[in-house]
């Protein structure tokens, strides 16, 4: 009966075979399993959907005229297509054996954001008094992308850290992009319009913010990763 506890050949009493085969068991529990990338992304976008609801209790309800052309809804409905796939791609990503492809998952929805902006602003009739056409205006974009995308991407970041072994600057980067779209997203349901040139270099500047806090959280991983394996 070799691989028995030597307690057990000695012949114990029947109390401390029944604590043995309790903590046995105890053991041999299967370890929980995290929910499916799907799931988790599904659960961040909910967040983004209770950001949405916040600011229309705080009076920005979704604003749904303005003449805004169909290249503004063009670049809402991409940025917000890209919130939810590249936060799945980056959820997918966590998981062993999974390519690296999965990154190129939100790239037409992205593309899609990116030129559809770009569109609205060379339509722009020379002289129209679009929103962000000023130093001011633009700042306030910034200032709305940037304090909808950081908590998101706080977010996100606690939602991975589960994963921190399998995170890579690539999944780090699907997260900051999903941050990113989604706040433009919100931005443009709750005042769409057509975007000035000084309102794209917002955009640009809060994405590059937000990819840039990505590649720093790379080092927080590292770290987690180093005290999970001491």
Do not use: K, N
């Amino acid at each position: 009966m070799a691989g028995y506890p030597r307690e057990y050949h000695a012949g114990m009493g029947s109390d401390r075979q029944e604590a043995l085969i309790s903590r046995l068991a105890v053991e041999a529990r299967p370890e929980r399993r995290p929910w499916s990338p799907a799931a988790r992304a599904m659960l961040w976008m909910d967040a983004v959907l209770l950001v949405a609801a916040g600011l229309a209790i705080a009076g920005m309800p979704p604003a749904l005229g303005y003449g805004a052309s169909v290249w503004t809804w063009s670049a809402l409905g991409g940025a917000t297509l890209t919130a939810l796939l590249a936060a799945f791609a980056a959820f997918e990503m966590t998981v062993p054996g999974r390519s690296r492809a999965w990154a190129l998952l939100p790239a037409p929805a992205f593309v899609l954001w990116i030129v559809a902006s770009g569109v609205g602003c060379l339509a722009l009739p020379g002289g129209a008094d679009a929103w962000g056409d000023t130093l001011a205006e633009a700042g306030q974009c910034l200032r709305f992308l940037l304090m909808i995308s950081l908590p998101l991407l706080a977010l996100m970041l606690v939602m991975l850290w589960r994963s921190a072994p399998l995170v890579t600057p690539g999944v780090l980067a699907m997260g900051a992009i999903a941050s990113a779209g989604a706040a433009a997203g919100l931005l443009g349901l709750v005042h769409p319009h057509d975007a000035s040139l000084l309102d794209l270099g917002a955009h640009a500047v809060a994405l590059a913010i937000v990819l840039g806090i990505g590649a720093f959280a790379q080092t927080w991983y590292s770290a987690g990763r180093r005290i999970s394996s001491q």
